[in-house]
C-alpha cells in the first residue's frame, strides 16, 4: 500500500508539470496585453514600455516561465499584477467561500443524486425512474446561468424566502476566523449569522449541485441495478430480509465504491471554483477571481490560480484512487 | 409695481421651496451596487473607476470639484497663490485637520503624498523627514497627466504652507491637483503598512474604511469630525454584484439602494417601479470617429465633410446608445467650461455628401491609392463612451454604402486594437475611439485627442499648426478668460476642419431607491457620498 501512495505521489510531478507549461503558454496566447489593458485608451508608447518593464514581461517568454516555475518551487506564486497583491493572500481569501460553496453543493448533490438513483433502481422502469433520468439529463444541460436567475426570481423576487446574492447580508455582523461563515459563525455562537449564511448558501449551492446531482443520480442507478443482478442478493431476500435491509445494507455497500469516485471527482471540479455560479450570486470565491484575472489579463492571478486548482483537483483525486485501492485491493496490481 | 410683482413672486417660490424641501436626515446605511471590486485603495496607483469610487469618499485632495461642475474649489487648501511668472503655486492649508488614524494633516503629509510619485525627489520637508517607501508600482496616472514634467520641486514652507514650483507653465496643473491621484494620505499609515497600505487607506475625507471582504463589499463608516461637516450617514456598503441583472433585481428587492451601470433595457422598468427613481448625469466624454491622418486620402478636408454629412448621428444615439446619450457637435462634452455652444453641427445630408465627394474626386483618389474600398476600425468591447463599437460601425458602414462607399469592418481584441491603432497602418482608413475626462480641463480632451504636433501619442496624429499654437497657448495661459476665448477657437477649428467625426456624449443613469436623497453623479464620474442621506 505504501508504494503504491508514494508511487501515486510521484506521479503528481510530472503532471503538474505539464499543467505548468500549459496553464503558462495558454494565457500567453490569448491575445491582449495587460499593460495595454490597464491604460486603455491613454495608453502611450513609454508608458506601455515601463509597465511591462515593471511587471517583467518585457522578458522572453521562455525567461517568463523559467522565473515562473523557480518561483513556484520556492511556493511563491508571484504578486497579482493588477492589485499587486500576494497571489497566495488573493487565494487564501477566497478560497474558503469556494470550499464552503462546493461542499454545501457536493453535499446536496449526493443527498437528493444517491437517493433518486437507487430509488430509480430499485424501481426499474416505474414512472419515478423514467422521471428522475429524464429530469437528470435536464440537470446535466440546463445553462447554469438561466438556472440561476430562474430560482432567484422564483425565490427570492416572488416569495421572498431566500437572500438573492452574496454570502452574508451586510446587516449581520460576524467575527470572521477561518473565513468559512458558517464555521465561524458555530465558533463563535452567532445564531443569527449562521441562519444567514447557510440560507444564503441555499441557492447557489443547489444551483451549482445540478450537474453532479446529475451525474450522480445516474451512477448510483447503474451501479446499483449492477449489485442488485448479483446472486448474494438474490439469497439476501430469499432469506427473507426486509427490502429495505437488502437494498440499503447489502446492494449499496458494494454499489458505493464507482459513485465515491464520481463524487470525488465532481467535488474536484466544483473546487475549482464555479464561474457561472459565483459570477451570477455574487459569491466571492476563486471561479470569479480567476475570471477577473482573465479579462484583466493578469498572468500572474490566472497562472497561480490555476496551478493551484489543478493541484488540488489532483489531490483530491489522488485521494479518491488510494481510497479506491484500499477499498478493493485488485487496484494495487498495475 | 412692474417689478414687484415678478420679485414677489420668486420670493413666494423660494419660500415654499425652501418649506417644502426637506431637510436631511442623520443617520442611516446606504448600501451601494457595483460592477466590480476595486484593485486597490492608495489613490497615487490606481487606474481603475471602482478604485476611485472608494477613494473620492475616504480622502481629500488639496483642491475639490465643485459639487455639480469641474469648477475647482478649496479643499484641504484654503486657498493657493500663483505667482505672476504661473510657475510658482502656494498652497496654504487648513487647520486642525486630522487623518483618520489621529495624525495631523500638514505641509509634510502633503510634500509626502505627491512627493512619493515624484521620479527625482526633489522635495524640502518643515519637520517630519519622512523616508519615502521604495519599490512602489509605477504612479500611473502622475505620469499619464504629465506631473512628472511639469513639478520641478515641492516644499513644506512651514507647518501650513506648501510651494510647488513648476518646470514649465501649465494651466491645467491645478485642476490635475484636484484628482485622485493627488489625494493627500496619511504618511504614518503609509510607512507602517508599505506596499499594504492599498487595502489599509488612512485619509481625511468624509468617510472612514473599515473593512475591504475581497469580491463582495468594502465598507466605510462616517467621520464625525470631518472638517467639511459631518456627513449624514453612518455607514456606506459598497457592494460588488457582477451580473448587471441581478444588480437590478437587488435593487428591486430593496437589498441595495443604488444600482450602478444597470442594463439598458432595465431602465425602463426602473421607471415603471413607484419604489424606485432615475439619476442621471451627461457623461465627460466622447466617442468619436477619426480618420487615419497618416495617408494621403484622407488629407483634404471637404472629403472630411462629405463623410460628417454622411452618418446619421442620431440614429446612432438613438438605437444603439438607446437613448442614453446625446448627439456630440464638439470634441468637449456640454458640462466643460469652454464648451462653445455657437457651433452648428453638420447635418445628416446624404446629397450633400455625394457631392462633396464627387468635387474632391474622393473615388478617383481611392483608386489611385489602389483601393476599391476603405477599412473602418471598430471596438470589439462596450466602453464608457460608446455601448457598442461593433454596432456603431454597422450603422456607419450602411450610411455610406448609400453614398457608394464599400467600407469593411476591422476589429481586434481590445488590448491589439489598442497597440495595432497606435502605430497608424495603411490598412487603417477610419477609426473608432473614444476618451473619458480626467481633470475637467478642456486640454484634458483637446490636446489629448487632436494636437497630433505636441505628442506623438496623441491617437489621432492630426497635424495643424495653427490648431497646435491655439492649444499650446491656451495650456501655457493661466487668465481663465484668455484660456476659454482660445479653447472656443479650437472647437471652431474642429468644426471647420472636421479632423475627427464627433459622434456622441453617453448619458450615465442609474436607478435608485427614493428614499436616496441628494445623489448627484458628478460629471467626473466621481462619487461622492459626503451629502448624501437616506429618509
Known sequence: MAKFIIHRILSLIPTLLGVSVLVFFMIHLIPGDPAEMMLGERAS??????????????????????????????????????????????????????????????????????????????????????????????????????????????????????????????????????????????????????????????????TLSTIPMATISRITRSSMLEVLRQDYIRTAKAKGLSLLMVHYKHALRNALIPIITVIGLQFGILMGGAILTETIFAWPGIGLWILNGVYARDFNAVQGGTMLVASMFLTINMVVDIFYAWANPRIKVM | MKKVIPLLTVFVFLFTGSVLAESPKTGGTLVFGRGGDSAGLDPAFETDGNSFMICDNIYDQLVLYADESTDIVPGLATSWDIAPDGLTYTFHLRKGVKFHDGTEMNADAVVFSIGRMMEEKKVKFFKDNWEFPKDQPPPEYWLSMEMEDTVDSIEAKDNHTVIFRLKRIEAPFIANMGMDFAAIVSPTAVIKHGADFRSHPVGTGPYKFVKWVKDDMIVLKGSPDYWGGRPYLDKVIFRCIPDNSVRFLELKTENIDICQFPNPEDIDLAKKDSKLKLVSQPGMNIGYLSFNHTKALWQDKNIRKAFA?????????????????????????????????????????????????????????????????????????????????????????????????????????????????????????????????????????????????????????????????????????????????????????????????????????????????DFKLHPTASIRLHKVWVK
Do not use: C
Open chain 2, 309 to 517: 454629412y454622411a452618418i446619421n448621428k442620431k440614429a446612432i444615439v438613438d438605437n444603439i446608445y438607446y437613448g442614453l446619450g446625446q448627439v456630440a457637435k464638439n470634441t468637449i462634452p456640454p458640462n466643460l467650461w469652454g464648451y462653445n455652444d455657437d457651433i452648428e453641427d453638420y447635418p445628416y445630408n446624404p446629397e450633400k455628401a455625394k457631392k462633396l465627394l464627387k468635387e474632391a474626386k474622393f473615388f478617383e483618389k481611392l483608386k489611385k491609392a489602389g483601393q476599391d474600398k476603405i477599412t473602418l476600425w471598430s471596438m470589439p468591447v462596450a466602453r464608457p463612451y460608446n455601448p457598442n463599437g461593433m454596432k456603431v460601425g454597422e450603422a456607419m458602414q450602411a450610411d455610406l454604402k448609400k453614398l457608394g462607399i464599400n467600407v469593411e469592418l476591422v476589429t481586434f481584441e481590445w488590448g491589439t486594437y489598442l497597440k495595432k491603432q497606435r502605430t497608424h497602418p495603411a490598412d487603417m482608413d477610419l477609426f473608432q475611439l473614444g476618451w473619458t475626462g480626467d481633470n475637467g480641463d478642456p486640454d484634458n480632451f483637446l490636446l489629448i485627442l487632436l494636437d497630433g504636433m505636441a505628442d506623438p501619442n496623441v491617437r489621432t496624429q492630426w497635424k495643424n499648426q495653427e490648431y497646435h499654437d491655439t492649444i499650446l497657448k491656451a495650456k501655457t495661459t493661466i487668465d481663465m478668460k484668455a484660456r476659454v476665448r482660445l479653447y472656443r477657437k479650437a472647437q471652431e477649428l474642429i468644426h471647420e476642419e472636421v479632423p475627427m467625426l464627433n459622434i456622441a456624449h453617453s448619458l450615465v443613469v442609474w436607478p435608485m431607491k427614493k428614499r436616496v436623497m
Open chain 1, 45 to 206: 508608447e513609454q508608458s506601455i514600455k515601463s509597465l511591462r518593464q515593471q511587471l517583467g514581461l518585457d522578458q522572453p517568454l521562455y525567461v517568463q516561465y523559467g522565473r515562473f516555475v523557480s518561483r513556484l518551487l520556492q511556493g511563491d506564486l508571484g504578486r497579482g499584477l493588477r492589485t499587486n497583491e500576494k497571489i497566495s493572500v488573493e487565494i487564501a481569501e477566497r478560497l474558503p467561500a469556494t470550499f464552503e460553496l462546493s461542499l454545501m453543493a457536493i453535499f446536496i448533490a449526493t443527498v437528493i443524486g444517491m437517493l433518486a438513483g437507487i430509488t430509480s433502481a430499485t424501481r426499474q422502469y416505474s414512472i419515478f425512474d423514467y422521471f428522475s433520468m429524464v429530469l437528470s439529463l435536464a440537470g446535466v444541460s440546463m445553462p447554469i446561468f438561466w438556472l440561476g436567475l430562474v430560482l432567484m426570481i422564483i425565490f427570492s423576487l416572488n416569495l421572498g424566502w431566500l437572500p438573492l446574492s452574496g454570502r452574508l447580508g451586510y446587516d449581520i455582523e460576524l467575527e470572521v476566523i477561518t473565513n468559512f461563515y458558517v464555521l465561524d459563525s458555530i465558533i463563535t455562537y452567532n445564531w443569527a449569522a449562521f441562519k444567514d449564511a447557510l440560507w444564503h448558501l441555499i441557492l447557489p449551492a443547489f
